[in-house]
Structures are given as structure tokens and as C-alpha cells.
């Protein structure tokens, strides 16, 4: 029954106990990565992925993962195997993920998670890169009159436990000297539950997620209102273990790629046209010239595989978020008042 | 029998003669003792390795290791307490206690109603009445049919359907219990040292029955009479408390829920959350006890009945006094294993949002990163809760056991 709950944590208890799992050496033949062989050697990339937030991942009619998070993985899979098809979506809860990737049940992991100093220090892992910027909101019912959190004292609020929402609720409640009620519920459909019950009278957590699950409601989505108050910056990252330097190169440049793909107009269905292009940087992002993939340890036209396969970042946006409603705001690129901003590619 | 007595099997029998030690393979004493030293060798040296290699493992993946988190400022938000708890001061260790008492609290309370409410069902499916004996034998093969989770979802999703707190206040018909989907709220007294003090004086009152009930058996069995229990044992439970009560000024003052802001404020609670593992842990496991019960009922010998039958017994005498006695030797040993499921059961308080020891470590090890002490944790409270479990029964089944004569 505990296990339930905790098999993430059995799993990397029974790799550390018994493992002789030292980080590998580099082999000679190899490219220097054993995340990076092992995909290859495997023919599949393990993703971990939620699987039930829409605009980040959640299958489709079809039984096709699709979302924000979902494209990140496949884009990094086209980048080491050349081919989306070999991904394959592990699911993971928000209480088991880091030892999901902890103990190599997934190779990578993309599933809204917040890069903080603590998860970077104490758990092994690192971020490669941010997929979404974004902060802590609270959806509550329109019937309860509430339009600012600040009117939330003495609030229930439903709330997964083992995130950084529930910290920063526990903040943003002691620096406004209010109380409230917890309720923490791991299943998240169970928890969206009790919230639309009126178990609780907020519903708190990525505001991206807010914003999805509202739409997701569809003609019940008016009576619940999206605070604008945001009480806490939530960058949402891509993360690998640590001691695979290499692999994690692979995850941040392929991220960096599809930025630089969208700063420079190069999309999935004109990348074909850029072949001859003469702008040294387009150049060197697809492949024609220089020697970026086998820096990566990769094939030369990674990137065009990956920018014809799923496409730059705003395609992706496009594709996953922007149906939902959600304004780019500060995920749009550098050049026009966000923060994605793409270190050049040379 | 007296100590000194020798038994008298071994009046004149030989005793084996006493030997030394030899050091040679054809001696068993050597042997074993080489076994011994060889088997507890490889346990230590794999325990040695296991220990040593998780440690390696951890420090070359660079994942924090140690305890000493546990005096770390937690942060982590807790619903549901019986201490004091406030995140932005308190530490994981003191958030892990709050965890192992609220497991505490359903698994206590749990077993005591599911051996109550699965006695009764048991021997209401050994009723003469029909209508008895099928209801509560289709309680019992539902009941277990059906997974323990779903159950409690199910509760969980009936409890979410009362009314809201503002109709519940609205609706208000009685003044001071409210149902409604935040849980069931009560008037609560407001409790002063005084009501401890008395509370003290309840305790003692209730070991002066305990020994006057002693002294009313001894003379019983000497004399035949007994000595009327009942009046003194109501004095000695009402007497002192109240006088307590009263010597220290009587104070009395009841806290009523009211409805203020989003939610009742004052008196007590219960949480929808406690109510619904409550409800689901009592009514599963007590289909198992319906069944343990009978079966112990059917194992005591009909001559039994038909013995206290013909000294005139009626039926619910027969069966308090003469059947479940007996009933009690066969019942105790497999209850244990009922009483050890339902406290792990409780472990599925995550699903629904009760904040249990797993729950409370599950969070701690997720935002600490420290997953194989908080594992450690978890496994340390159930096997602490489950052999004090075992152990009680265990004196309690050798305390009722026959004595053979
Ligand atoms: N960003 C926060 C919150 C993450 C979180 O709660 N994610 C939610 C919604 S954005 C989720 O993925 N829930 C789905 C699930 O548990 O499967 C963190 O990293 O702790």
C-alpha cells in the first residue's frame, strides 16, 4: 500500500543499495555520455512527463501525448535519435519525479517543474534550461466575490503536496500575517476535484496550469476566475542528473536551438528553404557548415531534425498554449519583451 | 506447585554428563558455534556493503544525505494537527510527529470501531432473524469485494457532496452541529486546567472501581455473595470529579462554530478528510471482523450451548457469558492481523488528502530530497506501531488463554 505513494523512492533505494552505479566513465567508442548511449542503445528516449496537465502534456483523443513539455521531449529526442517517434512518455506524479530521474527511471524530465537552489543542491539534478516562465496563482469560484488573494484570510486552498506551490502559499501567508487551510491532495484530478466540490475555496498552483485547467472546463470555465495577483516566480525547467555533463549539453543546446530557430524566422515547414541560405549562424544551426553536433557528441543535422520534426519555440507555443488562451507575455523572445534569449550558437 | 519440589519425572533419571568444548569438527557444540559465527558474519558483512554502497552511490550522484533535516525549518503546510504547528518556525521532525500521531489518531479509533461494528455483524449473520442474517452477510461479501481505495474515494466523494458552509449555516436547524462539505463541526468546550484536574480525578476514581470490583470477586468466590458493585463504583466515578470541578470554580463555557469569512471558525472539527478514512478503514476492516467473529462463535462446541441452555441461560446470556468468552481464544490471534492491516490501510490516507505519517514523509523526503531517510522513517513508525500492536495481543491472547488442567 505504501507503495502507492513511494515507488519512485523504492526504486532509486533499491539502485543506490545494490547498484555499483558510479557515474560511468566516458567510454572510447561512446559519445562520452551514457545518458546518450543508453538512449540510443534503448532506440527510445524516457521522458518524464505528467501526463495530465493540458498545454504541458496530456494525450489527446488519439492517445497522443501533446503539450509544451510533451514537444520538449520530442524535440530532444529528434536531437539524439533523429526520429520523434522513439520517445516514450513515462508518467510521474509531483511527488516522485525527482526520484524517477534519480534512479534513471527517465532519462530526462520536463514536467513543469521549478528550478530552485534547493532541488539543484540536494537532489542530484540540474536544469538545463527553462521552458516556461511562469508563478504561483490562485483560481477561485466567481459565486465567492474574491478578486484579489489578499482577501483570502482564513481561505481552504487545495494544494499538491511536495511542490514549490505549497511553500510559496506558506510565504505569501506569513508575510501577509493570514492563516489558511491546507488541503493536500497528491492525485491532481482528485484535488481538482475537491476544489470544483467546494472543498476549498482556491484552487493553487502553476497560474500556466491554472489558466489550462480553467479553459480545459470549457462552457463552466466563467464561473471561475484566475486572481491576478502572482505570488511567486515559478521558472519551469527541463532537468537531468547530474555527472552526465554531456547529456546535459544535449538537453540545453537542443532548447537554445529552437529559440535561435524562432529568433531567426526558421520554422518546421520553411527549415527546407534555409538549406542554401547564406546567414553564417542559420548555417551553422542546420548543419551545413561547421562542426556544432559532434561538439554534442551528435549527428550534424540534429538541429534540422529537430526544427523540422517539431519546430522552433513559438511553434511549439503556438501549437500547445496559445489555444488555451494564454498570452506569451514574458515567454516571448528577448527581441520583443521576454526573456527567452538564445546565447549564440557558434 | 511449589518451586522447590522436584519435578518427579526427573527423580532419578540420568543427567547427561557434562563436557568440555572440544575443538574438532565432530563436536556439535563446536559446530554450531562455528554456524553461528559464519551466518552472523555474512549477515553483517552484506548489511556492511548495502550501507557502504548506498552511501558511495549517493555521494557520487551528489544527493544529500543524513538526518539532519529533521531540525531544518519545514515549511511545508500541515491541515490537520493535534500540536502546535506553525511551518514558518517549526521543523520537519516536529511536521514527521504530527504525521505519526495523526496516523495514531485514525488507527486507534479505527480499531476500536471496526471490532465493535464487525462483532455485532458477525454475530448478527448467525441471527435466527433472515432478514438479519442476509443483510449483514451481503455486507460482508460486498464489502470485501470491492477495493479498499475505491471505498474510500467513494467516501471521500459523498462527504464533498453536503452542502456548503454557507448553507449548512443557513440552513441551520438544530444551533450548533453543522454538516457540510468542510467537515463536521461541533461546540467544544473550552478546556481549563481545571478540566484537567478533574479529568485526573475521573482516572483515579476509575482505579478505585477497578480495585473494589477486585475486592467484590475475591469475596464472591469466598462467600457466594457479591458485594453490590454498581453504587460504588458510580460514586467513585462521579463523586471526585465533580468536587474537583466544583472546589476550583466550576468553570464552564462552550465555543460554538459560527460562520465567519469563507469558513466555520470555533469549536471542533472533523475533517472531511479524517472523517472519510475513518468511515472507509472501519467499514472495510470490519467485514473481515464479521467474518473472524463468527467463525469463532461456530468453532465453540454446541454442547456448550445446550449445557448453559439447560441451566435455564437465556439466549443473550448464553452468549455474552458462555460463547464469546470461549469465542475470544479462537478470535484473538487472527484479529491481530486485522488490527496490523488497518493501521498500514491508513497508509492510503494520501489518496484522499489526510495528512498520516506517509503522507507527511512522503512531502518532507520530496522537498528535502532525501528520499531514503525519509523511506527509513516511514518503515521505523509501522514497525514500531505494528510489534507494540503484536505484542499486546500477544500478552493479551496468553493472558485468556486456557489453562490446561
Ligand atoms: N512548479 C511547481 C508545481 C508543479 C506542479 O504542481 N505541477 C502540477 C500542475 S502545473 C502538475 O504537474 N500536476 C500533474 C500531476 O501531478 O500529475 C513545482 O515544481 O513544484
Redesign the interface.
Known sequence: ??R???S???A??A?????????QPASAQGTGSATLDATRTRGQLLCGTSGQVPGFSLPDSQGVMRGLDADTCRAVTAAALGDVAKVKFVPTT??NR??AL?SGEVDMLSRSTTWTL??E????LMFAWVNYYDGTGFLVKKS?GVTAAKQ?????IC?Q??TST??A???FY?QNNMK????????LS??Q??FL???C?AYSTDASALATFRFSQGPKAADLVLLPDIISKEPLGVMV???DDKWFDVVRWTFIAMVTAEEKGVTSSNVDSFMTSTDPDIRRLLGIEGDLGKALGLDPKWAYNVIKQVGNFGEMWDRNITPMGVPRGINNLWTKGGLQYAPPMR | MSDNTADPRLIGARVAPKRSLRFSWSDPLFRSIVWQIVIVGVVVSIAWY?IH??N???T?????TGFGFLDRVA?????ESMIDYN??EHSYGRALLIGVLNTLKVAVIGVVLATILGTLIGIGRLSKNWLVAQLTAFYVETIRDIPL?LQL?FW??VL??LP?ARQAWDRNVNGSVFLS??GIKVPLLVWEPVHGWALLAFTAGLFGTWLWSRRSRRIQAETGARPATWPVALGLLIVPPVVVWLALGAPFQIDYPAL????F?GGGTVS??YFALLLGLVIYTAGYIAEIVRSGIQAVPNGQWEAARALGLRHGAILRQVVLPQALRVVIPPMTSQYLNLT??S??A????Y?DI??IA??T????????E??AV?MAV?LTISLSISLFMNWYNAHIALVER
Open positions: 500500500m505504501i502507492y505513494v513511494t519512485g523512492a523504492m532509486l533505494i539502485g543506490m543499495l545494490l547498484g555499483s552505479g558510479f557515474v509531483t511527488q525527482f526520484t534519480q534547493g532541488r543542491g540536494n537532489l542530484g465567492s483570502m484570510d482564513g481561505a481552504t494544494v503536496p511536495g505549497e511553500l502559499i506558506n510565504d506569513r489558511f487551510t491546507p488541503i493536500l491532495i497528491q492525485d482528485e484535488l476535484s475537491a466540490s467546494g472543498r475555496d542528473r547530474k555527472g | 548495502l554502497n548506498t558511495e552511490n549517493l557520487a550522484r551528489r544527493i544529500a515549511g511545508i503546510p500541515i491541515g511551518p514558518a481505495l474515494l471521500y466523494t464533498q457532496g456548503t462539505n468542510r465567519r469569512g469563507f469558513n471558525q472531511p478528510e498500514k490501510n497508509s492510503l494520501v489518496a484522499i488528502g495528512q506517509v503522507s512522503n512531502t523526503l520530496n522537498q528535502t530530497g532525501q528520499a531514503i525519509g523511506i516511514i509501522y
